[in-house]
């Protein structure tokens, strides 16, 4: 389980390790290393997702020493799940992430190729999506075609048992 804790509240996210066992591996690692303090949601689109990763609040952005993972698709991306954020090479995924606001069919696997083999759902929100929500509804400005918040909304990670 892998907690975040906002000062909205906690976010809490069931790692799906049946189904996304690298990525995982890999997200485990990041929290466990620390590459995560001091960081938060730098994206926000209401209805769609807010974006984490290895940005600081300060917009520093930390180099991940684990390397990337390939895309492991076989969860859907509807909302309340958490994918991996990644470039059109299906095996950059790096430590960015997303959770779905919305029933994103759009990022699911629709081919063999690029964009069109989807984005890796690794885990589901089982506590605060109504926080992940509010935050989707903060101030933000266009950067490269995104949504972006003006202020990084920062959280605390931490992985725990879930048995």
Known sequence: ?????????????????DAAPKTCELITKL??????????????????CIQAGLRTVSGECRENPH?????????PNRRGT??????????????????NLGNNTNLDRTGDSGWTLGFCAWGEVTE??????????????????????NNSFPFKASIVDSD
Do not use: Q
């Not at 929290?31 to 769609?48: N, P, Q, S």
């Open 1 to 17: 389980m892998l907690l975040l804790e906002t000062e909205y509240g906690r976010i809490a996210i069931r790692l799906r390790s």
């Open 67 to 75: 390397g990337k993972v390939p895309l492991e698709y076989e969860i």
């Open 82 to 99: 958490v994918a991996m954020a990644r470039w059109d090479d299906p095996a950059s995924g790096n430590g960015e992430w997303f959770i």
């Open 128 to 149: 605060g999506l109504e926080i992940a929500d509010k935050i989707s509804t903060l101030a933000t400005h266009s950067s490269g075609g995104m949504s972006m918040l």
């Open 31 to 48: 929290v466990k290393d620390g590459l995560y303090d001091g960081c938060g949601f730098y994206r926000a689109e209401k209805g769609f």
